[in-house]
C-alpha cells in the first residue's frame, strides 16, 4: 500500500478518535451539578430537556461522524477519486474545466449523502426540542440555493485559482493568497446586501423605546451605531442571535427578531455593547489578519509540496507522471488536517480571549448587569451546556462558557 496514503488514512481515524473521545468525556461532564451562580438559568424540567437534548445531539453527530469518516476512508483506499480523474481526463476538456468538473461531481456526491443527516438533524431532533420552524417547502428552496451559491462563488474562485496554478507554480502561493484576500473582504462588504437577503428579509428597526434605547447608548459612548436591522430569523428557527457586520458607511448591526421577542431592552443594549467591544477592539481587523497568516502558510506548503506527483497517486490516479491540481489539493487538505486541529485550538483561544474583552467593553460601560442577564437568557432559549468538559472547551469553543464569563464580569 502506499504510504502516503497510510498516512492519511491514519490521520482521519486519529481524528474520529479524537472527537470521539472529547464527545464523550462532554457527555460525562453533563452530570456535574450545576454551579450556584447559573442555578436561575434553566427550571428544572427545562434543564432536564437540555441534557436529553445534548446527549440526543452528540449521538446523532458522532453518528453522523462514523458513516462520513467510513465513506471517506473507503472512498480513499479503493482510489476513487483518482479512478474519477482517470475517467474525466479521457474527454480532455482542458485543465481548468477538468478540475471544475471534477470538484462539482464531488461536491455534489458530498451534498446529497449529507441530506438526509440535515433533514433528520432539522425535522425530527430540532422539531422536538421545539427549535424548528423550518417548513419542507423552505428547507428544499434553501438547500437549493446554498448548492447554487456554492457552485457560483466557489466554482468562480477555483476557476481563477486554478489557471493561475497553471500559469505559474513559483508564484502561486502569493497571486492565489492576494486572491483569497481580496474575494474575503469583498465578501464582508457585500455579505448583508448580497447574500442575506436572498434567505431573510432585513428590515430596520422601527422607530420606539429599543431604537432610543441603542441610539442613546451609541451616543454616551460616542460611538455612532450606524443602521440597525431586525432579521425574520424565526423563519427558520427559535434560536436567537445579533451581530456586526460591514465596516464603515456600510457598518449596520443585525438582531435577530427571537432575540427581540425574548429580552428585554436593557438585556439587547447589553449584548450590542459586546458587539460594539468588538469593533472597538479591532477584532476584526486582527482576525482578519491571523487569517492571511494562516492562508499564506497554508498556500505556500500546498504550491511546495503540489509539486510533487505524489498526491495524485496517493489518491489513486497511479499513472500520474505529473502532479494532478485538484487530486493533489485533496490531499494536501487531509494531511494538512491535524495541523489545522492544533492551529484551531489557538485560534479558538484567542477567539476566547477576544469574547473576555468584548464583555469587559460591555461592563465597563455600565452593560455588566444586562449583559449577565441577557447571556443567561441567551443560554437558556438555545439549551446550552452549562457544565463542559474544560478538554472540550480547549479544543471546539470559540467563546469561553457561560461561568467563566459572569465570574469575569463580576471580576472573579
Ligand atoms: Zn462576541
Known amino acids: 500500500m502506499n504510504t502516503l496514503l497510510l498516512i492519511i488514512l491514519i490521520i482521519i481515524v486519529l481524528e474520529f478518535l479524537l472527537e ?13 451539578p450545576i454551579p450556584t451562580i447559573l442555578s436561575d438559568v434553566y427550571p428544572p ?28 476512508a473507503l472512498v480513499l483506499y479503493f482510489g476513487l477519486l483518482g479512478t474519477l480523474h ?7 476538456f482542458g485543465d481548468i474545466v477538468t478540475t471544475l468538473i471534477f470538484f462539482a461531481i464531488v461536491g455534489f456526491v458530498g451534498w446529497i449523502t449529507s441530506l438526509p ?33 456554492s457552485f457560483i462563488i466557489g466554482g468562480g474562485i477555483l476557476a481563477i485559482v486554478t489557471w493561475v496554478y497553471h500559469l505559474t507554480q513559483e508564484w502561486f502561493w502569493i497571486i492565489a493568497l492576494g486572491i483569497m484576500l481580496v474575494f474575503s473582504l469583498l465578501a464582508n462588504a457585500l455579505y448583508s446586501r448580497v447574500i442575506v437577503p436572498l434567505f431573510n428579509k432585513q428590515q430596520p428597526l422601527q422607530e420606539g423605546e429599543l431604537l ?31 451581530y456586526f457586520t460591514g465596516f464603515g458607511s456600510n457598518r449596520r448591526v443585525v438582531l435577530y427578531d427571537t432575540l427581540i421577542e425574548k429580552m428585554s431592552t436593557e438585556e439587547i443594549v447589553a449584548v450590542l455593547a459586546h458587539e460594539v467591544g468588538h469593533y472597538r477592539k479591532h477584532h476584526i481587523w486582527i482576525n482578519f489578519g491571523l487569517g492571511a497568516v494562516q492562508s499564506a502558510i497554508i498556500l505556500y506548503l500546498f504550491g511546495w509540496l503540489a ?24 490531499a494536501f487538505g487531509l494531511l494538512f488536517s491535524p495541523i489545522e486541529t492544533i492551529l484551531g485550538v489557538f485560534t479558538n483561544r484567542l477567539s476566547r480571549t477576544m469574547e473576555y474583552q468584548a464583555d469587559a467593553f460591555a461592563a465597563k460601560h455600565n452593560q455588566g448587569k444586562g449583559l449577565i442577564s441577557g447571556l443567561k437568557q441567551l443560554s437558556a432559549e438555545n439549551l446550552s451546556n452549562l457544565t463542559p468538559h474544560p478538554m472540550y472547551v480547549l479544543v471546539n469553543y470559540s467563546h469561553p462558557t457561560l461561568l467563566q464569563r459572569i465570574n469575569r464580569i463580576n471580576g472573579e
Not at 482517470?86 to 480532455?92: I, R, S, V
Not at 422539531?127 to 451559491?149: A, H, M, P, Q, W
Not at 441610539?215 to 460611538?223: A, E, V
Open 307 to 330: 509539486q510533487s506527483s505524489a498526491l495524485s497517486i496517493a489518491l489513486g490516479f497511479e499513472s500520474a507522471n505529473e502532479p494532478v491540481f485538484h487530486l493533489s489539493l485533496l
Open 212 to 242: 432610543n434605547a441603542i441610539k442613546d447608548f451609541g451616543q454616551r459612548i460616542g460611538f455612532p451605531v450606524g443602521k440597525v436591522f431586525v432579521i425574520d430569523g424565526s423563519k427558520r428557527s427559535t434560536k436567537a442571535n445579533a
Open 86 to 92: 482517470g475517467w474525466l481526463a479521457e474527454f480532455n
Open 117 to 149: 443527516f440535515s433533514v433528520w438533524g432539522t425535522f425530527v431532533i430540532e422539531e422536538k426540542y421545539g427549535f424548528n420552524k423550518t417548513t419542507k417547502r423552505l428547507f428544499v428552496v434553501d438547500s437549493i440555493k446554498s448548492l447554487l451559491i
Open 45 to 72: 424540567d427545562r434543564y432536564k430537556q437540555q441534557q436529553s437534548y445534548k446527549v440526543e445531539t452528540t449521538h446523532f453527530s458522532l453518528f453522523q461522524n462514523s458513516i462520513s469518516t467510513l465513506a471517506i
Open 20 to 32: 470521539l473521545i472529547l464527545d464523550l468525556l462532554n457527555l460525562k461532564a453533563r452530570k456535574q
